[in-house]
């Protein structure tokens, strides 16, 4: 097995050089280093992607035996920082993440799927005679109400763009 070791605050520079590795070595795995600082070493989940090779291992710590199998659920976790691995007190906060995100994408299929029946009721093309009478007719007063004020008497407008003259003061030389 070829496993290329990827720092955790490489950043972006770790797709172009693991692209550069994998072409002339290839490589079946990849091992995520230096996860005990602040970095969180987002880079690997777009190495992952676009080569299609598995993160096998983590290390977060210096020694051969800070190298952990890689659990892709805490490392996600930690990426987000939630749960433990995160810095939380809940193990299980990332789950009810979840829990909530799959809720409100419910809540979202079922709002489109309403707005979608609405929008049938109301055939294309229709008038505001057609749906009442009178929505040609509010419209015409909103703009009414936009030039005359309360009393019917048009509303005064300053002029925000005069330009004040400066006067030159007489002084003595």
Avoid: C, H, Y
Avoid at 32 to 40: E, H, N
Avoid at 118 to 130: D, Q
């Amino acid at each position: 097995e070829t496993l290329l070791v990827i720092d955790a605050a490489q950043g972006r520079m770790a797709l172009d050089s693991s692209k550069v590795w994998n072409e002339e070595i290839g490589v079946s795995g990849l091992v995520l280093t230096k996860l005990d600082g602040s970095a969180r070493g987002g880079s690997v989940v777009a190495v992952s992607r676009e080569l299609d090779i598995p993160v096998k291992l983590v290390g977060v710590g210096e020694q051969i035996a800070d190298l952990r199998d890689f659990n892709p659920e805490t490392f996600v976790d930690s990426l987000l920082g939630i749960g433990q691995a995160g810095g939380g007190a809940n193990a299980n906060e990332g789950k009810a993440l979840a829990g909530r995100l799959e809720e409100m994408r419910k809540n979202r299929d079922v709002r489109a799927e309403e707005k979608q029946k609405a929008a049938k009721k109301v055939p294309v093309g229709t008038s505001g005679m057609e749906m009442g009478g009178n929505a040609m007719e509010t419209m015409s007063n909103m703009n009414n109400d936009a030039i005359t004020g309360e009393d019917g008497n048009p509303k005064k407008t300053k002029n925000k763009n005069k330009k004040k003259k400066k006067k030159k003061k007489k002084g003595k030389r």
